[in-house]
């Protein structure tokens, strides 16, 4: 089993910044692949970010290209999301999620294992 816990959620102004954490432990050696997503109530689970194998691949929504960047530190078993910029679009519950697959996938149905989510909230 691998865990996950996010954190570094919080309220924010428009044009600001968060950077979010996932501390992953367990069986980590099968994952190849971490990605964030975020949800509204009464919406699907929108992919944010991934990163893949060896941190060398990444995948980004259009909507947060340019602002938002995923990354993973090894040694400490965290992948973050640093996020500026931000809009009130941006607004939800971040959720980071592990796959055990080759490629990065935009698809929920795809990850294996998620944590508890952390709210961010851009005021406008």
């Known amino acids: 089993q691998v865990q996950l816990v996010e954190s570094g959620g919080g309220l924010v102004q428009a044009g600001g910044s968060l950077r979010l954490s996932c501390a992953t432990s367990?069986?980590?050696?099968?994952?190849?692949?971490m990605a964030w997503f975020r949800q509204n109530p009464g919406k699907e689970r929108e992919f944010v970010a991934g990163?893949?194998?060896?941190?060398?691949?990444?995948r980004y929504a259009d909507s947060v290209k340019g602002r938002f960047t995923v990354s993973r530190d090894n040694v400490k078993n965290t992948v973050y999301l640093e996020m500026n910029n931000l809009k009130p679009d941006d607004t939800g519950v971040y959720f980071c999620?592990?796959?055990?697959?080759?490629?990065?996938?935009?698809?929920?149905?795809?990850?294996?294992?998620w944590g508890q989510g952390t709210q961010v909230t851009v005021s406008s």
């Open positions: 999620a592990a796959a055990e697959r080759a490629l990065i996938y935009f698809s929920a149905q795809f990850y294996n294992y």
């Open positions: 990163l893949g194998t060896g941190n060398v691949f990444t």
């Open positions: 367990g069986r980590t050696s099968s994952i190849t692949v």
